[in-house]
């Protein structure tokens, strides 16, 4: 199981998810471009000391993170989501993708997913942070698949 986060707009979340991905021992795929210069020195700067502790992949566009799928599935977190979190069932070798703050992910990128899952939130709630959506959907998805 992997998570992807496609175009990041803000520095502070790529090292939470960084952050995430060491804590959970899952992979991190980051897919450019970034909102912010995505150089070396600001990965360490915002992942802290986690790190040396995640697997962190760098792709330079969405085409290039789908030509490394390998047949994996592509499980789109969005407030569009057609399938609650609770009722979807995940499999170990999906990829776990979400969007950018500011606007989500592209249409072409929406429909290429073979999945479209949602967080149930409470009435006039719109949508939760990036990161911690993220680490709602891994935690249950490895819940789910554990041996």
Known sequence: MRIAFFQPDIPQNVGAAIRLAACFGTPLDLIEPCGFPLTAREIRRV????GGLADVTRHGGFAA?????????????TTRGATSLWDFSFRPDDRILLGRESAGVPEEVHDSADARIVIPLAEG???????????????????????
């Open 65 to 77: 993170w789908q030509a490394a799928a390998g047949g994996a599935r592509t499980v789109l977190m």
């Open 125 to 147: 709630a719109r949508s939760l942070n990036v990161v911690m959506s993220a680490g709602i959907a891994l935690a249950e998805a490895i819940r789910q698949t554990r041996r």
């Open 47 to 50: 992942s802290m000391d986690y």
